[in-house]
């Protein structure tokens, strides 16, 4: 008998913790830190105690948020039967891991920082723990057949599960979207993957999640839509000079951005790591659309350094002052002087995450203080697309999946899926901790 116990995530957004499994092999998707908890309140702890007395042959991550990793460093090498656990990953997704890691290890002021972000690059590095995901292959875990399929979402190389045991078919969407560049391309290779392993029968189990639920009101850009409206804005004569607040690891959304600014001749300027970060992008990402190339992107330069290739041989930011300019910011103190620098000019700052974290009155327990004070200490506006799926994309992936059983996960709403178009299968509202069996 295959077996369903979701430890963490039936009415909650992120911190997701699903185990799969029979009588003789246990897989964990997904195992991140809850988000933004109530002090006192969180159910972390729990989870690791959980972790660290289970059966456990492998825990695969379908992407490197926080809240679906961010406990990674707490999965004991070896379970309970002393099995080694297998760690899997898009290889691509790892490797953003790995930048994160290092540029944090070497960036750290505190030795005990600088000490936990090297041991979770010696665990992401660690080659002999990981399975490397890629677009439509399998492998196999014991008892179970795994098949990736990747998805678009805010983070790079995100994949969904199709996993078989025992006749049984169970598919995990983790977080998807497909109002990104790479989203056309979710629903064909879905059904072309749904034909190829399931040989015609019927998908048992969906398991989607279902984020947006919540934020039915809010308008959901595609991001060529973004890119179009970021061109208006920065073409504006005051809107010259700008500063950006997105995630660097955000690569359409960034890539979004970049390419309007492109269009205006205007330059895109980003740190040391985020360069860093943008030169994988575009190894990988490049391959599948020209558009996340980062054309006319550059790295901060020293403030007083004279560049002979500027003009009259000037310093990188004389040039952003006189040619306009894009630069990527975020709220560490070292962006403070090279900010301040252009204050005469009252640069615009754009910010492009989920407006919990600016918004006190109406988000306060989502509120980040840090990101509050730097949006309201300049000149600023929103600019934004959501990273999960519409009720549109959640209704299509149910359509597409024709799944028996409709399991909500990821979600403070599981209880709206009744009103949505689930075609003939059946919803079931699990509540953490509760083990669904398969049959």
Known sequence: MVNIKIHRGTNMIGGSITEIYTENTH??????????PQPGNSSDLKMIEMINSSECDAVLFSHYHGDHVGLLKHIPRKDTRGKEIKLGMGLEARKVLIRIHKALSNDSREDSETKEHQEMLDIVKDRTRWIDFFNKESFTIGDFKITTVKVDHSAYDAYMFIIQAEGKTIVHTGDYRTHG??????????????????????PDVLLTEGTM?????????TEEEMEEEAYELLKKPENKHAFLMCSSTNVESLASFCNAARRLKRPFLVSYYVYDQICGYRRTAGAEDERLLFRKTY????????????????????????????????????????????RENDPLLIYSMWEGYINKEKYPDNYKEDYGKLYNSWRHTELHT?????????????????????IPIHTTRKDEFDNLNTGNSKVVKCDDGDVYSVL
Not at 27 to 36: A, K, P, R, V
Not at 181 to 197: A, I, M, N, W, Y
Not at 318 to 332: A, D, I, P, Y
Not at 386 to 400: C, L, N, R
Request: negative net charge; proline residues 4%; hydrophobic residues 40%.
């Open 27 to 36: 897989i964990f998707i997904d195992f991140g830190s809850e988000s933004n």
């Open 181 to 202: 560049r790479l989203g056309t391309k979710l629903f064909p290779d879905l059904q072309e993957t749904l034909e190829q392993v399931m040989d015609g029968k019927q």
């Open 213 to 221: 639920l919540e934020r039915r009101a809010e308008k959901v850009l």
């Open 299 to 342: 790295k901060f330069e020293k403030m007083d350094k004279i560049n002979p290739n500027l003009d009259e041989g000037i310093t990188q930011p004389e040039f952003m002052k006189r040619h306009g300019f894009l630069m990527l910011v975020s709220t560490s103190e070292s962006y403070v002087p090279r900010m301040e620098y252009f």
């Open 386 to 406: 959501a990273g999960h799926a519409t009720v549109e994309d959640i209704e299509k992936m149910i359509a597409y999946v024709n799944a028996r059983v409709i």
